[in-house]
């Protein structure tokens, strides 16, 4: 179960996923002021034209407030996920900066005594000079 666990945050944290989820979200956010430009602005001026209807202020002023509703509905999604990819991203470098200790812990090159250069940390002979590295490395 623990290993399951493990495989479903790498894959939920993976960059792709994430970047997905926040389109969804953020296309959801704007199809609300898409509606609420063609329910409360474009119809209306189509209604006038056409003579189907007349508006009075407090219509035209309904018509303006639910707008300015979805726009800041829109905007306080943006702000919340950029918060929550933020704090995410912050997560995952403090893991990454983590593993990247972890690795540094081991070395994979060292120094040839010979020729200065820097070869595999396993070799037992330098590949530059050709060097027997195995009794001076002990």
Do not use: W
């Not at 509606?35 to 303006?64: M, R, S, W």
């Not at 900066?97 to 200065?116: D, L, M, N, R």
């Amino acid at each position: 179960m623990k290993k399951f666990i493990e495989e479903f945050k790498a894959f939920a944290l993976r960059g792709n996923v994430m970047d997905m989820a926040v389109g969804v979200l953020i296309g959801s956010a704007f199809t609300g002021i898409v509606t609420a430009l063609t329910a409360n602005c474009i119809q209306p001026i189509l209604d006038v034209i056409t003579g189907a209807k007349v508006y009075t202020i407090q219509e035209v002023a309904g018509f303006a407030n639910a707008f300015v509703t979805a726009v800041i509905n829109f905007f306080i999604t943006a702000l919340v996920l950029f918060v929550l990819l933020k704090a995410i991203n912050k997560l995952m470098s403090i893991n990454l900066i983590k593993k990247k200790e972890e690795e540094a812990e081991t070395p994979t090159v060292k120094v040839c005594p010979f020729c200065k250069s820097e070869i595999d940390f396993e070799a037992t002979r330098c590949p530059h000079c050709t060097s027997h590295l195995e009794e001076v490395m002990e």
